[in-house]
């Protein structure tokens, strides 16, 4: 499982055994991905990340650009520090010696880091933690860097079946199984999945192991096309009618024009299931709201979800991931990487160290 | 019932027992509150209406302006015609013989005019019919006026308990009670109505109904005041937080930053029911959607709602009407009582023949 591990890893594992951590907290040599609020860069000579009480620092293996660094790199969230949530990695050391089972195992981990005592914590709704960071997207550096810290407490080890392509796609794949848990399915019912790109992909799989009609629809002929291999419909935006006739619609266009067209698709009493969140300023012009209430639409907010069913649904094959790798590029050239993620044409660009 | 019924109705009703209606298609004498896409005026000499097959011809008694007359006045929905949605009045007449049991009743009637045909009308969601008509809202001329046309289906006999100045109040009754069809409400939630006008105080007196702890919040201390007499607590929004901790909000505002004061108040994986409509040129900025993705909050737009449990809650007095009546005046000077009824500190306008 540690085979390939980086040079050096045997004598960072071995700090993991209680020896304090002073020796490191000094050095800046980390290569990371840093957004400043104006601009993406690589900096070679980042302050390497301290483990606090409850975290792991990890090496990531495999990291994954998601549509959400792009909205960083836009001013969305106001994020600054380094860059990334989705990855797969080796836990190199932890900072408590209880921890010390973690040190070597090959995780993926939930981005929301929770402080476990506060009124959402206490409801059973962590992920809502008034007082969280998030990996790479608020108050908290992320995954794209030699190091990163995350607390041991959102780690989950990945099953050796599962290989680190695979296993970097769990979290946006979990992303995807949170619309199944939030939704009431009932009859056989039609729905559409907007968008081709990286969670549309994934979301138009995901449902499509409903009891339902499911289609994806896009704006890039190539894209779809994957969907055949998957025996899933597809349709090209500009070929389908906003006739108000689906019963549910999966926003994953990533635009601020989605909502919109999914308002146009959605049948009155229907569902938009919204996984789409696009930094304000983008936004041209107001989205009107309107319809929502004249056509009694149920809208429901979708974020991050349930890693054990990404991870079981990995293993057992019922999801292609592969498919969507368009590019890898090394973590040095990261810059590079993130626009070409931005490209129309390019599905998931994977980071490697 | 029919005692009060102005001079010249036992002609009218005369007149439905098959008599051919072209006797009355050139009358141009009624008088009558329209729009016509620049100003709001009283004409005298409007045609009067024709019913035809399945029609009712109604004479209204009391009719009540509502903030959706407000905001057709402003251009929402491109509405031009005869204004007006909320009545009760006496049947005068029909035009098939088989519906004459209704002439001489005194009515409520719901607002969506359907087709009966088509697939929403199929699939038990007749309000949301693709081919209707709405009373006084959209391809219908309303019930300000001294006589106007609508389906015998629409129509609801008043029992004798419930007096005019109730029975006018039946449709925003039951749009209250709409949300209540949709919620699911469970343990003992927190609510709070967005809203202190026409619609909220009705809503604040519903969700009150429910084991559930509700307040009112609003911009109008003397409009909250008459929560009092209810036992439901009540804020000004200048003194509440948005803390991010009520289970249900329930936008009644009338204003396009309702919205936004609910996603500051809701609780994550909380729900908004929606209920105002604005015109989207009203909106000064593009409200920001993120929120509901970040928090995963469920937002479910409520429009019309059950005639039935609203008759109900009327004749057993559950519900306080008349509270809510600011001001009466003459269809006369219906142009007058728009201004009015737009004024902060009135709640309910009703007009009378």
Not at 2 to 22: D, E, N, Y
Not at 223 to 246: P, S
Not at 292 to 301: A, D, K, S, T
Not at 331 to 347: G, M, N, Y
């Amino acid at each position: 499982m540690i085979s390939g591990m980086p040079s050096g890893q045997a004598a960072r594992v071995g700090m993991s055994t209680g020896t304090p951590t002073t020796a490191i907290e000094d050095r800046f040599n980390v290569l990371a991905l840093t957004f400043d609020g104006k601009q993406t860069q690589l900096e070679s000579n980042r302050q390497a990340p301290v483990p606090v009480s409850g975290d792991a620092l990890i090496r990531p293996t495999r990291m994954g650009i998601c549509a959400t660094d792009l909205e960083l790199c836009k001013g969305y969230m106001d994020f600054t520090g380094v860059l990334g949530h989705e990855f797969v990695g080796i836990v190199e050391s932890v900072a408590d010696r209880k921890d010390n089972k973690w040190v070597g195992k090959r995780v993926v981990g939930t981005i929301n880091c929770v402080c476990g005592k506060c009124d959402m914590c206490k409801a059973g709704l962590r992920e809502h933690c008034r007082e969280r960071t998030v990996l790479g997207i608020a108050g908290r550096d992320g995954c794209f860097a030699e190091q990163f810290t995350l607390p041991v407490w959102n780690l989950i080890e990945v099953p050796d079946n599962i290989d680190d392509d695979h296993a970097v796609f769990t979290e946006p794949l979990a992303a995807a199984y949170q619309i199944i848990r939030q939704l009431t399915v009932e009859g056989r019912p039609y729905i559409t999945v907007l968008g081709d790109g990286r969670l549309g992909l994934l979301c138009a799989q995901v449902m499509s192991q409903l009891n339902a009609t499911v289609r994806c629809v896009g704006k890039h002929a190539e894209k779809l096309q994957i969907c055949e291999k998957w025996g899933v419909k597809h349709r090209l935006l500009q070929d389908v009618g906003l006739r108000n006739d689906q019963d549910i619609v999966v926003d994953c266009t990533g635009s601020p024009t989605g909502f919109t067209t999914a308002l146009g698709m959605v049948r009155p009493r229907g569902t938009i299931v919204m996984k789409t969140t696009v930094a304000p300023q983008a936004q041209k012009k107001p989205a009107d709201l309107s319809p929502l209430v004249i056509n009694e639409i149920n809208l429901i907010g979708s974020r991050c979800g349930p890693f054990s069913e990404a991870i079981s649904a990995l293993s057992s094959e019922k999801i292609d991931v592969l498919s969507l790798i368009s590019r890898r590029a090394k973590l040095a050239d990261a810059v590079e990487a993130i626009k070409t993620a931005a490209k129309p044409d390019v599905i998931k660009v994977l980071l490697e160290p």
